[in-house]
C-alpha cells in the first residue's frame, strides 16, 4: 500500500501504463492517482477503440497536463463554490 501522493514521476509513469493500456482495448484500472479528469479523457479513448484518435490522446495529454500543473483540481473548485453559492442564492430567495 502507498502512502502519501504519488509522486510526478509516479504519475507519469502511471499515466503512460494506462494510456497503452486504452489504446490496446484495455479499461481503466483502479488506484491509477489520475484525477477524473484525465481519466475521463482516457476513458474517451477506451471507448473509441479500436478507432481512438491522435486528436483524443492529445486531449488526454492535455488534461493529464492539467492534473500535474493543479489546473484541473483549480476548475473543479471554482465550479464547486459557484454551485455553491448558486444553491445559497435559490435557499435565500425561496425563504
Known amino acids: 500500500m502507498r502512502r502519501g501522493y ?3 514521476e509516479q ?3 502511471s499515466f503512460e501504463r494506462v494510456l497503452s493500456q486504452v489504446l490496446a482495448g ?3 484500472p483502479t488506484g491509477t492517482g ?3 479528469e484525465t481519466e475521463g479523457a482516457l476513458e ?3 471507448r473509441a477503440h479500436p478507432n481512438a484518435t491522435e486528436e483524443l490522446v492529445e486531449a488526454a495529454r492535455r488534461a493529464f497536463a492539467g492534473q500535474l500543473d493543479g489546473s484541473n483540481t483549480a476548475r473543479w473548485k471554482a465550479e464547486l463554490e ?4 448558486e444553491r445559497e442564492a435559490r ?3 425561496s425563504q
Open 6 to 8: 504519488p509522486t510526478r
Open 11 to 13: 504519475l507519469q509513469s
Open 26 to 28: 484495455r479499461g481503466i
Open 34 to 36: 489520475l484525477d477524473d
Open 44 to 46: 474517451t479513448i477506451a
Open 82 to 85: 459557484r454551485d455553491l453559492a
Open 91 to 93: 435557499s435565500k430567495r
